[in-house]
């Protein structure tokens, strides 16, 4: 692999000058003041606490999903008949459902099916993507133009629509869910791993390394994806957010796990019945996943900001 | 004497809230008086760019005026409410900016910029504003005014750019102007050309200018006075040629010493057993390289070097570099200056192998180089080393410096990882660095410093050839010097020839043996350094050195 | 014209057409190649039952779709069928897809037009004001919106608005397509998260352009904050809002799904689940289709927008619009799906 990089038109090559004697001015100026800062700094959790609420949300629900028992010790299942339709009490803090079961409780262990299918969609979103998306932005050349052009064509149908579409082939369940779920992240994770695969590469400090002799596997391993990564970390986290949605989204819709196994989106559309007279029966799941999705985001933002600074 | 225009009493800003506010101006005082020009000098983190916000009242949102006055015509502008700040900006005192690329409005015609600042004051409207504007452009120096008044910023060139901010500037008809670095963006002629203009509309129309620069040359040729600050502080003021020429203050000493375009000596490098002695005048020191110059076969030889670069649309080229050839010799430093456009980094890149030639060759001892490949590319780093503008980019922000000066041995696989680092700490050292620097990341160190990380990367093969490219231009001018010398006694501890690129041709007189002048990817003059400056044959290379600051100030009686 | 700008137009129409072709195959791939057998999917009436199939049955049943030609001669005859806008038969009802599509889409159209009339004074009125605001504490307020109206589940608002202002207070019908009060409610649910992602990228790219130097020489002329925000600082930031238009196409159809289906109304949204649930595949591409088509023809008209709101596409041609596409690319995808 030789070094020469494209031949770039000179217009564009003066546009890449005027971006970096801006970068120039500005990170000269930040270097200079943080350089110069005091070091006494509180630590992160004190100075953004929403920060620290929003993971110890997720951590929550993520505990949920692995060890329900701990969290509730009644069962999502079989319910107590003579119980049916109770409000929110300290016996059942989200009530109970038109069968008398405890709501909480299936909440918590619904949290298992849903965060399940949520994990799954992103690693699928995220080691195929990110595998596209790195290929095609350090070959470039033909595999690059394929490459976006399938991806600018999963783009153009609404994720939800292409997820329906695969449910439709592949069956309802819980993990085709995922699948579904999954294959409509590709290409945000593959477009996002190509941009900044094509940012880092064409950094001066990457071609310097080459300058210098580093080999090109070397300058992929050491320079190009560790500065990469921190983008594509932020994105998962966004995509988690997002997935839970299209996931309950999916559920709600009953494409998900049958009855009586619960999942986040079913638990919502199971208590549409009762909209009048039980109101704890859509609001309290629903604010469960609303709650989860605002964490992630917010955890997004900080990892974006962190990858930016 | 007449009542100052603008007065700065005492005035201090901090920056930040809380914990983290921190001053950065303190207490700086000086004077305007009606059309004089003052220029406010200093280094970055002087303090000179947030006391000229100041006084426009654009401070950044977390920057505040903690203390002091300013006074324009005796009235009091710190405290004043944003409403009134309005009729003062644009009609009383006008700005200016940094840089003309960006300091328009990309989808507005430049025309309706200059124009707006009539209609805000209400000093015309609609098509009188027009067509007082394309006046204004026609007063600033722009050609065909009226056709450029109805185009868009892109579709000019920087400097025009820059005469359409000063039309804006001027267009109110402010009493004073402040002129923030106005031309620092700008090829060296086309700077002398905005600041002629510049100065034949003030004395025109009499607006006092406040004209805040980083070039003390460039300071002492255009203003009657000079304010020196540094750090925060006015450490003098003065008359520009006393400034200059009888600097009271040890930092304006130390500043003119630097300036590349005032001095004319070659930086010479000390022997390194007598480093501590004074230094040897200038003349005697025959530079290590010349002598052997002579000798033999020259390292690098360029050969009609053509590059042609691909402009969107249907076949259509363009020619950065244009039937190049020089050599480089053992020892020696060439020195290739342009303005940019003038393909001086794209010869630099072709002799490093980084780009292929359309046409030409590069001959490293004899042998072509362009078609290398793989392994004989990679053997050729071995050999070739560069050394890169931007220090703030050129270093991965994630690496610890050591790893960062060890990694082109890790490449090719020399020693091992002990006897690696003990071979960056050597390097680190031989540039002048505290061994600590070792574990730390780029984005602790200054400027300066992490040049001296990219200078000790690119030693670390032992290489015979560095290619800097502008490698001091993102630093300050104290800072340059230094860096100049760092260059200059490695080459004479090391016997290394250096290929350095520079649009600055007072730098460029500083540190070569021989001067290559670009121009339009062409190479209109190659000569030894001393004849360039003396007997330059090339027009070009008169106008460019007509072009390089501080001259006036020396000359001119006052 | 240019010529510039003639070459820059024709390649936009060129690769929206190349984009149709491709979602068309995709749709293809996935409907008929999936290991799953359409024919007894379409026998077993969904939800994968199995059923007693009679292979005469089952034959006759390929040979009507097509569907014991080669695979190559199907997808030929499929395309050509499309190009011809005949998007095949339901297999749930025998109905023509198109119309089916038909008669559902003027629904539909009418509450994505109404809830993004919503949205987009929602979302620019949100991001004007967080940039605006010259206290800190209602910008940071007004900044927490968007990432909260993206975060909120569609099904959940929208049972949310029903519960109080269908039931607790009886303003609005909660359910159905009966006059212009039953589109409220949903106008509104689907406006929640387009706005909201209109009002972040608008904002973002607000807060950039107030940052870039040219504010600064317009606010140096003595311009006010309105004259910096509406003339110079708003038609920079349209210009990275544009590029999400599609998206917001994109959202509000997918939104429609689920509001279709929460507030039991007629229209693509609820044809679409139950497509879904009945495996009607022609149905299910016939939708996938119109979704893609909706969407490149959206970015088609911002494609055609672009020189007139940014010059130098006009100026530039190609050189800028490969920019742009870069950074349509690149942009971050704050904009969640509408789920």
């Known amino acids: 692999m030789s070094s020469t990089s494209r031949p770039a038109p000179p217009e564009s090559v003066l546009d890449v000058l005027e971006i970096e004697q801006r970068y120039r001015r500005r990170a000269g100026a930040l270097g200079a003041r943080r350089a110069r800062r005091p070091g006494r700094r509180l630590p992160a959790w004190v100075r953004r606490p929403d920060l620290l609420l929003a993971v110890a949300v997720v951590a929550l629900v993520l505990a949920w999903a692995l060890v329900p028992s701990v969290f509730t010790g009644q069962s999502p299942i079989d319910g107590v008949p003579a119980d049916r339709l109770q409000g929110p009490s300290a016996a059942h803090p989200f009530g109970t459902d038109h069968l008398g079961r405890d709501l909480f409780a299936r909440v918590v262990h619904g949290s298992r099916l849903t965060l399940q299918a949520t994990v799954l969609a992103v690693l699928i979103g995220l080691v195929a993507g990110s595998a596209i998306g790195l290929v095609a932005g350090f070959v470039r050349g033909v595999v690059d133009d394929v490459a976006m052009r399938v991806v600018d064509v999963l783009l153009s149908i609404p994720a939800l629509l292409l997820s329906m579409a695969l449910i439709t082939a592949l069956g309802f369940g819980t993990v085709k869910v995922a699948i579904a779920v999954g294959i409509g992240t590709v290409a945000n994770f593959a477009r996002v791993m190509r941009s900044e695969v094509l940012k880092v590469g064409a950094a001066v400090y990457v071609e310097a390394a080459r300058a210098s002799g580093v080999r090109t596997s070397a300058v992929l391993l050491r320079h190009v994806l560790p500065n990469a990564a921190g983008p594509v970390l932020a994105l998962s986290a966004l995509e988690f957010g997002i997935a839970v949605l299209a996931v309950s989204a999916l559920s709600f819709l009953g494409f998900g796990a049958p009855p009586p196994a619960p999942e986040w989106g079913s638990l919502v559309s199971g208590g549409r019945d009762y909209l009048a007279t039980a109101w704890w029966l859509t609001t309290l799941p629903g604010l469960v996943v609303a709650a989860v999705v605002l964490s992630a985001n917010r955890i997004a933002r900080a990892l974006e900001r962190r990858t930016a600074a | 004497m007449s009542a100052p225009l603008l007065q700065v009493s005492d005035l201090r800003i901090s920056y930040g809230s809380g914990s983290h506010r921190r001053e950065v101006v303190h207490g700086v005082s000086f004077e305007v008086h009606p059309g004089e020009v003052v220029a406010v000098v200093g280094e970055s983190g002087s303090g000179k760019s947030t006391t000229a916000h100041a006084v426009v009242g654009l401070l950044p949102a977390s920057g505040a005026v903690d203390g002091g006055s300013v006074r324009l015509e005796g009235e009091e502008l710190v405290g004043l409410p944003e409403r009134a700040w309005r009729s003062v900006r644009g009609a009383r005192i006008g700005l200016v900016p940094q840089d003309p690329t960006l300091s328009l409005n990309p989808v507005k015609r430049v025309g309706e910029q200059v124009a707006e600042a009539l209609v805000v004051h209400g000093l015309a409207r609609g098509a009188a504003a027009r067509a007082q504007a394309v006046e204004l452009l026609t007063a600033a120096g722009l050609p065909d005014a009226g056709v450029r008044a109805r185009q868009y910023p892109a579709e000019l060139s920087g400097g025009m750019r820059q005469r359409v901010l000063i039309a804006v500037g001027l267009a109110a008809g402010p009493r004073l102007l402040v002129a923030d670095e106005p031309t620092s963006a700008l090829d060296v002629t086309v700077q002398r050309q905005v600041l002629d203009h510049l100065e034949h509309l003030r004395r025109e129309s009499g607006t006092a200018v406040l004209f805040i620069t980083h070039d003390l040359a460039v300071a002492a040729d255009r203003a009657s006075r000079v304010v020196v600050m540094s750090q925060g502080r006015v450490v003098e003021t003065g008359s520009a040629r006393q400034v200059l020429t009888a600097p009271r203050h040890p930092y304006t000493a130390s500043l003119v010493a630097s300036a590349p375009s005032l001095s004319s000596a070659r930086v010479t490098a000390l022997p390194r057993a007598a480093a501590s002695a004074v230094p ?279 | ?147 909260l109206g993206v975060s909120l589940p569609t099904f959940w608002v929208g049972l949310l608005l029903i519960q109080l202002l269908s039931f607790r207070v009886p303003v609005f019908p909660a359910l159905g397509n009966e006059g212009a009060a039953s589109l409220v409610l949903p106008a509104v649910t689907l406006a929640v998260p387009v706005s909201a992602s209109i009002a972040q990228v608008l904002a973002r790219g607000l807060r950039t352009a107030l940052a870039e130097p040219y504010v600064e020489t317009a606010r140096a002329k003595g311009a006010s904050r309105a004259r910096v925000h509406l003339r110079h600082a708003l038609r920079n930031a349209t210009i990275p809002a544009l590029t999400i238009a599609g998206v917001i196409v994109g959202n509000l159809l997918a939104g429609a799904v689920v509001v279709e289906t929460v507030f039991s109304r007629v229209g693509i949204g609820r044809l679409t689940v139950s497509a879904v649930n009945g495996q009607d595949i022609p149905l299910v591409q016939g939708l996938v289709l119109l979704a893609a088509a909706v969407f490149v023809a959206t970015n088609l008209v911002v494609d055609l927008l672009y020189p007139v709101v940014d010059p130098r596409i006009r100026l530039l041609g190609g050189a800028r619009a490969s920019a742009r596409r870069t950074a349509r690319a690149t942009a971050r995808p704050v904009v969640g799906s509408t789920s």
């Open chain 2, 280 to 558: 040897a005048p200038a003349a005697p020191a025959a530079p290590v390289g010349r002598a052997a110059a002579g000798a033999g076969e020259p390292l690098v030889q360029v050969r009609s070097l053509v590059k042609e670069f691909a402009l969107p649309g249907r076949g259509r080229t363009q020619r950065a570099v244009d039937g190049v050839s020089f050599s480089i010799g053992r020892g020696e430093t060439l020195g290739l200056v342009g303005e940019s456009g003038s393909g001086k980094t794209t010869t630099a890149r072709l002799v490093l192998g980084l780009e292929r030639p359309t046409s030409g060759q590069v001959l490293v001892e004899g042998r072509d180089t362009a078609g290398l490949r793989g392994r004989a590319w990679r053997e050729l780093r071995r050999r070739m080393q560069l050394v890169y503008q931007n220090p703030y980019a050129s270093l991965d922000p994630r690496v610890a410096v050591g790893e960062t000066v060890a990694e082109p041995l890790r490449a090719f696989g020399v020693g091992d990882r002990a006897s690696r680092r003990r071979r960056a700490a050597e390097l680190l050292e031989k540039v002048q660095l505290p061994a600590d620097v070792l574990e730390r990341r780029p984005a602790e160190l200054s400027g300066g410093q992490r040049q001296r990380v990219a200078i000790a990367r690119a030693l670390a093969l032992d290489p015979e050839l560095v290619v800097c490219d502008e490698p001091v231009s993102a630093l300050d001018v104290s800072v340059q010097a230094r860096i100049l010398e760092l260059l200059v006694q490695l080459q004479a501890d090391q016997g290394l020839s250096y290929l350095f690129i520079s649009h600055d041709l007072a730098v460029v007189r500083q540190i070569s043996d021989r001067v290559g002048v670009m121009r339009h990817g062409e190479l209109v003059e190659l000569a030894p350094t001393a004849e360039v400056f003396t007997r330059p044959r090339h027009p070009y290379t008169v106008e460019l050195l007509e072009a390089i600051p501080g001259r006036r100030a020396l000359e001119e009686v006052p």
């Open chain 3, 1 to 147: 014209m240019s010529s510039a700008l003639a070459g820059y137009l024709a390649r936009r129409v060129g690769q929206a057409v190349l984009v149709l072709w491709a979602a068309f195959t995709v749709t293809f791939a996935i409907l008929y190649l999936l290991p799953s057998d359409p024919v007894a999917v379409m026998l077993g009436g969904g939800q994968g039952e199995q059923v007693d199939v009679d292979p005469a049955q089952l034959a006759a049943l390929r040979a009507e779709h097509g569907l014991d030609d080669p695979l190559p001669v199907q997808y030929a005859a499929a395309l050509w069928r499309t190009l011809h806008l005949d998007l095949g038969t339901s297999i749930s009802n025998g109905a023509p897809v198109t119309r089916l599509i038909a008669d559902a889409l003027p629904q539909t159209a009418l509450l994505a037009a109404a809830a993004f009339a919503l949205a987009l004074v929602l979302g620019v009125a949100t991001a004007l004001a967080s940039t605006w605001a010259r206290w800190g504490w209602v910008r940071s307020l007004l900044l927490a919106l968007p990432p």
